[in-house]
């Protein structure tokens, strides 16, 4: 594994240099403004009078003092939104478009800054970083662009050709509750509110602790692209005090977290009888086909099993390679993934970044210690790395992983990756299967054809061919959300804004009406509307 000493960053948005410290960390030579950061918590609806320290996982050092919200300031800021929402939705869909449209620009053109405050915040490689700008971009630009496709009121058959007009609107929820991770801080924070506000919905929104200003920094932008100020509310605390605040005001709520915490999300709503998505836990399956492109296949796998450190809900955690060629591939990925540069840096360069957090590092640090006491076998990684920063772990790949082990069928959440050997395809898809999780999957195969009809078989919301995950999250106009215990609903797509609307039908009728007519008796209306019936599947109508 090749290191790169920290270095500061280019970028001067948030940055503000002080007297360097080469020997301890030169990344400490470098803070975020306190006058840039209590812009960005202004936004925040606090008055409790309370903070959380945040800190960076780059090197420990403070960031900000975020101000608390209680259940009052969740009440208050559903009562702005809901005030903010009620203008809004009068407002024409090439309106809410252009907002969006602007936003796009403004994210390609200030996306140093956000890239700086992400790695600052959430301690990934720039590399990954750069990928959060670039899905808030693509997904502004595809609903900005599809707006009246999805929105605008559709016709529909009518009961009686030329008598009954249908029409179906789209009508916003209201005030939507997003509650997201700290993994993804900026596009998490934003990908899934803004075809809530297409729709015509306000947003009242809960960033994780951990990474408050990059939630905030994406508030900022929405505001400076042209949406009004109280569209968009965000409050700050723990989830367990104010999440199910949250939930018993919004209209609807879209939580990105753990399965454990998505069960008391969904009960929280079922009890309202209010709708929810759900994106949740996985441990993602990657199959290598006997017929695979061992180069590809290898690049892809470090791209699947380490970017973001392994914080991405449809990295992978297990790998299925074929007998027929397995030891050629686990050389290829072994020599690969100890290629990889590590690095607290905000500069370009780096393979990977650092861990969130000392919570995440125990439960890394847990699942490959128990797999190796156990007998696993470690090919690559295996250690954390506090030389670097205090949450560093290597990217590790383990073979003879068993049932009996924790990283066997637990979610870690990690640059982890267990290595399995099959012959048989319809084994390796039963294997894939296994457990309670069905978020993303990757087949590679030389024979597109055939890896597609495999993926059918396979029981997860996404399914990528010859790519890790980015080929289906990148791809806006398609579903993106899991089976199982990984989730319920879809973001992206059609599905990813009309689960913000309520579908009312309109039906027009004339001439005639659905009851007996001129003196007609009940048994005679039965008659001619049976004899109806039978003309209108003759004549092949729906």
């Known amino acids: 594994m090749s290191d790169q000493s920290p270095t500061p960053s280019g970028g001067v948005n948030p940055l503000t240099e002080g ?43 403070p960031l900000a003092n975020i101000a608390q919200s209680s259940d009052a300031d969740v009440a208050e800021a559903f009562v702005r ?37 992400i790695v600052w915040e959430s301690g990934k490689a720039r590399k990954h970083a750069f990928d959060e700008p670039l899905h808030i971009a693509l997904t502004a630009r595809y609903y900005g662009r599809t707006a009246h496709q999805h929105l605008d009121t559709q016709r529909k058959l009518g009961v009686v050709p030329g008598l009954t007009r249908v029409e179906v609107n789209r009508v916003p929820k209201g005030v939507v ?87 008391r999300v969904a009960a929280g709503c079922a009890e309202r009888l209010i709708g929810c998505s759900l994106e949740l836990g996985g441990k993602n399956p990657l199959l290598v086909l006997r017929d695979a492109d061992l180069e590809k296949a290898a690049e892809g796998a470090v791209r699947a099993s ?105 979610e870690t ?43 059918r078989h396979i029981k997860c919301g996404t399914v990528n061919i010859n790519e890790a995950f980015g080929a289906t999250f990148a791809s806006i106009d398609s579903p993106m959300g899991g089976m199982r215990e990984s989730g319920m609903g879809r973001r992206q797509g059609s599905e990813g804004i009309h689960r913000y609307t309520e579908s009312q039908a309109v039906a027009t009728q004339r001439l005639i009406r659905f009851a007996p007519m001129l003196g007609m008796s009940d048994e005679s209306y039965a008659k001619v509307m049976t004899a109806n019936l039978r003309l209108m599947k003759k004549l092949g109508r729906a």
């Open 81 to 117: 939104a809901r005030r903010a929402q009620a203008l809004w939705a009068r407002t024409t869909i090439d309106e809410r478009a252009a907002m969006l449209m602007r936003l796009h620009d403004l994210v390609l053109s200030r996306q140093d800054e956000i890239i700086d405050l």
């Open 177 to 263: 509750g997003i509650i997201s991770p700290w993994n993804y801080p900026f596009t998490m924070a934003l990908c899934d509110g803004l075809p809530a506000l297409l729709a015509g919905n306000a947003v009242v929104a809960k960033p994780d602790a951990q990474t408050m200003l990059s939630a905030l920094l994406a508030a900022e932008l929405l505001e400076d692209a042209g949406f009004p100020k109280d569209l968009w509310q965000v409050v700050a605390g723990p989830g367990s005090s104010i999440g199910p605040s949250i939930i018993s005001r919004a209209d609807y709520i879209c939580f990105t977290g753990s399965t454990a915490t998505g069960r």
């Open 306 to 410: 380490f970017s973001n450190a392994g914080q991405l809900c449809v990295s992978m955690e297990r790998m299925f390679v074929a007998d027929q060629v397995y030891d050629r591939f686990v050389e290829r990925f072994v020599a690969r993934t100890e290629a990889m540069t590590l690095g607290a840096t905000l500069d370009w360069g780096n393979d990977m970044g650092s861990l969130i957090s000392q919570d995440q590092l125990d439960t890394v640090v847990a699942h490959v210690e128990d797999a190796v006491a156990k007998g696993a076998r470690v090919l690559a990684g295996g250690r954390a790395r506090p030389d670097l920063g205090p949450f560093f772990f290597e990217p590790t790949i383990l073979e003879g992983v068993t049932p009996g082990m924790t990283c066997f069928g637990h």
């Open 19 to 61: 007297p360097a410290d080469p020997e301890h960390d030169p990344t400490a030579s470098y803070a975020l403004e306190p006058e840039y950061v209590a812009a960005l918590t202004s936004r925040l609806l606090a008055t409790t009078g309370t903070t959380a320290a945040v800190f960076s996982p780059l090197n420990g050092s």
């Open 413 to 455: 959440f990690g640059p982890v990756i267990a290595l399995y050997r099959f012959h048989d395809e319809a084994d390796a898809v039963a294997r894939a299967n296994e457990g309670d999780y069905g978020l993303n999957a990757s087949i590679y195969s030389q024979d597109g054809a055939r890896a597609r009809a495999i993926a």
